[in-house]
């Protein structure tokens, strides 16, 4: 499986990696909604597994598979410890927060609610929580992991969490 899975990856990586990371997306939901909030099949919503499918995979996962191969081709320094510090500041800095405020602004829209309001209630709660999560694990994703396995990296860590992956 996991030779078919580098195959395809090698050959058609941004559609590998969106169809990863819907599947994982829509995964990650379906835990959070029966495992952590104790839904029950009934009362599943299928609508919020739908949004997070499309935007893992319409959105997270191009272009997540994109700004990782730019932070890597990018961001080259003889010391590389200080390599992944900046790579991870760039990451926190910039793709962290737009990435955030495109997914609540785009869940937002697709629930039909105003995205202004999902922004002023959830942006600044939520970033400070990536802050306490994702500086650690994408240092050690940057330093250990494979370019080409770094998202997949992030969708694993993902799953079961409240927060979109940065």
């Given amino acids: 499986m996991l ?85 991870v500041a760039v990451d926190q800095g910039v793709f962290a927060t737009t990435n955030l405020f495109l997914f609540l602004s785009s869940m937002s829209i697709m629930e039909g609610s105003d995205p202004k309001e999902k922004l002023e209630k959830s942006y600044t709660t939520a970033l400070v929580k990536n802050f306490q999560v994702w500086p650690l694990v994408q240092a050690i994703n940057f330093k250990l992991v494979p370019l080409e396995h770094r998202v997949l990296v992030v969708n694993i860590v993902s799953l079961g969490k409240d927060l979109p992956p940065s």
Avoid at 12 to 31: C, E, H, K, M, N
Avoid at 50 to 79: C, D, E, H, S
């Fill in 3 to 87: 030779r078919w899975y580098r195959a395809k990856l090698a050959a058609r990586p941004i559609l590998t990696q969106s169809l990863t990371t819907a599947t994982l997306f829509a995964t990650g939901d379906v835990l959070a909604q029966q495992a952590v909030e104790k839904r029950g099949a009934k009362k599943h919503d299928l609508a919020r597994t739908g949004r997070m499918a499309l935007y893992g995979g319409a959105v997270f996962g191009p272009g997540a598979t994109l700004w990782y191969r730019f932070l890597q081709n990018k961001i080259r320094l003889p010391n590389k410890n200080v390599e992944i510090i900046a790579r």
